[in-house]
């Protein structure tokens, strides 16, 4: 039982549909796509088993609802939108989360990252981290530089 | 006078469930730490009282990425 980093392979298939919209793409020319959709983010224990099979965001796994945490997570800021350095599309979140005065109800080293606008709330990926533990404390998750180097979800 | 720093523990068996305690600061010993790798640049911070962590808090700076490889087959 462990999380394993991934971009899960449901959400591959999603993309080649068009089933995920990290940005407007009012000028786009392809499909016209007013409104983004909601990208949340959700911890989870060090003894579940998220990976690339995942499929859709659920709670088996996830840091209980206490201590300052609520089941789902957060909604991820995003205000730029995915872009492209040289062959290499990315997207990275626009800024850091953080959960406040957060008590975890154990050790976690998974963020799970879904779409929430989805009607099954559709799960693109799954990000590992050192074992961590919070007591009565915040916890911030900052993203990488967004680039198509170290962009947080990236197609080459 | 010293600060007094709310202590709140809901924690399922680390380090102890224990009620919500007032704790003065300079009865706490704090400790820093740091993890950098090619996964992340992680730092946290603990506060002790007698040994047992009273609180801590953590900052996660994610490094790796996920990556789907793009392929287009060629026509043979």
Redo the contacts between chains.
Sequence with gaps: MANT???CTAF?VQ?LNGSHAFGAQAANGVRTVTTKDDFYIALYLVTATRNATDTVYNTTGELAG??NYTQGGQILPNTVAPTNDSTTA?WTPSGSVTWT?L????AFDAAVIYNNTATNKNEV??????S?????????????TNNGT??????? | MAEIV???????G??QDEPPQMHEESLLEKTEGE?DDE??H?T??EWRLDGK??????????????????IAAMFR
């Design positions: 980093q991934a971009m591959k993309i206490t201590g990315h005065n008590t975890s109800s154990g990926s799954v990000h590992t981290f050192s961590q533990s919070i007591t009565s404390a915040d916890f911030t998750l900052t993203m990488p170290t962009g947080l979800i990236r197609v080459a | 709310t202590q709140k523990l809901i924690r399922n680390w380090p993890l996964v992340e992680t946290w911070t962590i009273v609180k801590r808090g953590a900052h996660v700076r994610l490094k790796k990425n996920v990556l789907a490889d793009g």
